[in-house]
Structure formats: structure tokens, C-alpha cells
């Protein structure tokens, strides 16, 4: 398609670029008003001054962000494992190395202040399960809703076995 070039076509275009330079010089102005007011540290009324990048001490801790997960999944089953995995998915900064033993660690203080609760021991290779809490004053071992198998095999080894107690008495 051949471009034809019109007076009124010339005449539009130099508006355009009229039109742009204006806006450029306009916008290059109010740059060096800004800078100017930077440096003197005055702003204008009713400027509003650059933001300000936040920039807090501190990252969250590990412990924190389990107690954020499990208080939003209150109803959800944890395992370091599991836990573990799902701070991965949400790309939470670990450190490497020794993540299972601080993952560990920061569950099992959970459940010592009462907001996480154990709803099964954990024995050899398969670790504890927790649950959601809350604010509890006490620290609970076993929630209300664990099933009742759960609770009485916690319970056994508090218990004497009748082998033990017939050869003690014989």
C-alpha cells in the first residue's frame, strides 16, 4: 500500500511532534522542579513526596510463619514433612541444611505454648502430627477430635502390661 503524503497529512503529523515536544518539555520541568525540592529538602504544598521503601529489622521467623500457616489451616494435619513442603511451595527463605531439626524444633515449641496440638505421637522414623490450637492456656498432647484408637494408644505404655505384674506377684 503506497503511502501518500498529503499537505494535510504533513500537517497533522507536525501537530503530533508539536504536540509530544510539549509534553516532553513539560514532563523534563517538572522533574527538575522535583529534584530541585529534593535537594532542598522542601516540598511543595500539596506534592506528594517520593515513597518511602519500608524496610523492617527483622524477617519473620520460622516459628512465626507456622503458627501464620497452621492459624489459616486450622482444621489441617501437620507433619514437619508436610510443613516443610508447604513452605517450599510459598517460597519461604530457609537456610540450608538442618531444616527438619528447626522445623522440628519450632513445632514442638508450638505445641509446648499450647497453640499447636499433638494428635499423634510421633515413634521411630514417623514424626508427630499437629493440629491447630489456638491460644490455649495449657498445652494439650492429644485434641478433643482425635479418634479414640489415638488417645488409648497413647495411653498403653502409661499402662503396666499383665505379664510383668503376674511374675513380680509369683
Not at 500539596?46 to 519500608?54: E, F, I, L, Q
Request: positive net charge; charged residues 30%.
Amino acid at each position: 500500500m503506497p503511502i501518500t503524503l498529503t499537505k494535510e497529512t504533513i500537517d497533522n503529523y507536525e501537530r503530533e511532534i508539536e504536540e509530544r515536544y510539549k509534553r516532553d518539555k513539560e514532563g523534563i520541568q517538572a522533574l527538575r522542579e522535583l529534584f530541585a525540592r529534593l535537594e532542598t529538602g522542601k516540598h511543595a504544598s500539596g506534592a506528594t513526596p517520593p515513597p518511602v521503601k519500608r524496610v523492617t529489622g527483622r524477617r519473620q521467623t520460622l516459628a512465626s510463619k507456622i503458627e501464620e500457616i497452621c492459624s489459616g489451616y486450622k482444621t489441617e494435619e501437620w507433619t514437619t514433612r508436610r510443613m516443610l513442603e508447604h513452605l517450599r511451595s510459598i517460597e519461604f527463605p530457609m537456610k540450608k541444611g538442618k531444616t527438619n531439626n528447626a522445623l522440628s524444633t519450632a513445632m514442638a515449641n508450638l505445641a509446648k505454648q499450647g497453640k499447636l496440638g499433638i494428635i499423634r505421637r510421633g515413634i521411630g522414623n514417623r514424626g508427630h502430627i499437629y493440629r491447630w490450637q489456638g491460644d490455649a492456656q495449657q498445652p494439650q498432647e492429644t485434641s478433643p477430635t482425635a479418634d479414640a484408637k489415638d488417645q488409648a494408644a497413647a495411653a498403653e505404655p502409661a499402662q503396666p502390661a499383665d505379664g510383668p505384674q503376674q511374675e513380680a506377684a509369683g
